[in-house]
């Protein structure tokens, strides 16, 4: 079965500053056939449903603010927060969909 | 505008089964490429996808929990069905229900229900 391995577990930063996500897989999610990596991040507040942030390891869906971006490709991906707001603070969830929907373990970002 | 909306009890006895209902709107299972999956949340634990079930009735289940799922689904309702046996307070958690197209991940999500397993 794919694991999928998040670090670190929670993350505090300060209101401006970069915050960096980083999900690791135990297989390879990059789709040879189509050359995408099928990777997503998901952002989750308390009491509110998960919201869907990036598809295939680094595109933003619709609305999502462009300081939130996606890069890596076949095991290792970041997530980055280029300026963290208040609003940002939530658990972070890396999935892939490319076997069996697995999630990360989720990681908690924090304001300092 | 897709929604999505989950049902169900809020607490059930140990081995009981759970039915969970999630009814959707703005979409429809008889497209191509659609589908509904289940995903939980324990308190304070990491969301673990469940079950999903794709237009064409392709089902997928978490290997880990397989042997207790089944996942059905209702066209004519626009309601996907979790029944989930042997339940454990360790099931305990929030259920969510979400819409996805094809290869993509979960766009839209449920509110959630939350389950309570205890004596």
């Known amino acids: 079965d794919i694991v999928m391995t998040q670090s670190p577990d929670s993350l505090t930063v300060s209101l401006g500053e970069r915050a960096t996500i980083n999900c690791k897989s135990s297989q390879n999610v990059l789709f040879s056939s189509n050359n995408k990596n099928y990777l997503s991040w998901y952002q989750h507040k308390p009491g509110q449903p998960p919201k869907l942030l990036i598809s295939w390891a680094s595109t933003r869906e619709s609305g999502v603010p462009d300081r939130f971006s996606g890069s890596g490709s076949g095991t290792d991906f970041t997530l980055t927060i280029s300026s963290l707001q208040t609003e940002d603070v939530a658990v972070y969830y890396c999935q892939e969909y490319l076997f069996s929907w697995t999630f990360g373990q989720g990681t908690k970002v924090e304001v300092k | 505008q897709i929604t999505l909306k989950e049902s169900g009890p809020t607490l059930v006895k140990p081995t009981q089964s759970l039915t969970l209902t999630c009814t959707f709107s703005g979409f429809s299972l008889t497209t191509s490429g659609v589908g509904v999956a289940w995903v939980r949340q324990p308190p304070g634990k990491a969301l673990e996808w469940l079950a999903l079930?794709?237009?064409?009735?392709?089902?997928r289940y978490s290997p880990s929990l397989k042997t207790r799922l089944t996942i059905t689904k209702d066209t004519s309702k626009n309601q996907v069905v979790l029944t989930m046996t042997n339940m454990d307070p360790v099931d305990t958690g929030t259920y969510y229900c979400?819409?996805?197209?094809?290869?993509?991940?979960?766009?839209?999500w449920g509110h959630g229900t939350m389950v309570t397993v205890s004596s």
């Open positions: 079930i794709f237009w064409n009735d392709d089902i």
């Open positions: 979400a819409h996805l197209t094809g290869t993509y991940p979960f766009d839209i």
